[in-house]
């Protein structure tokens, strides 16, 4: 797999994997990337796109020069938004449930 970032190549459908984690390993650090079938493959990030970040969405790109992943920008901030807007809503339903003093300290 060869580093691109092109965005013109973002736009062609392709199978979305999901940087799972980064880890720093003896042989140097790789992502851990999960499939849609849920399977996870690690590979080093030399081969990766530059910036590469959790959660970030790749999409799988088959080429003449083979495969390559290509990161997705907008659906990298739209999964980031959704997820921000599930723990707004999160902390907002759970501000009721605990017994709050005016400090805003819990009181038991």
Excluded: H, K, Y
């Excluded at 199978?15 to 790789?30: F, K, Q, S």
């Excluded at 020069?65 to 997705?72: E, F, I, N």
């Excluded at 901030?77 to 009721?96: I, K, M, P, S, V």
């Amino acid at each position: 797999m060869t580093r691109r970032s092109d965005p013109a190549e973002t736009e062609q459908p392709g199978e979305r994997w999901i940087v799972d984690g980064l880890e720093a390993t003896p042989r140097g650090p790789v992502a851990r990337l999960e499939r849609p079938d849920g399977q996870t493959v690690t590979l080093p990030l030399t081969g990766l796109p530059d910036g590469l970040q959790e959660g970030d969405v790749l999409a799988l790109r088959e080429g003449p020069d083979g495969a390559r992943l290509v990161r997705l920008p907008a659906e990298i901030a739209a999964r980031r938004a959704q997820a921000q807007a599930r723990l707004d809503a999160l902390n907002e339903a759970g501000r009721g449930a605990l017994p709050l003093g005016d400090d805003g300290e819990m009181t038991l």
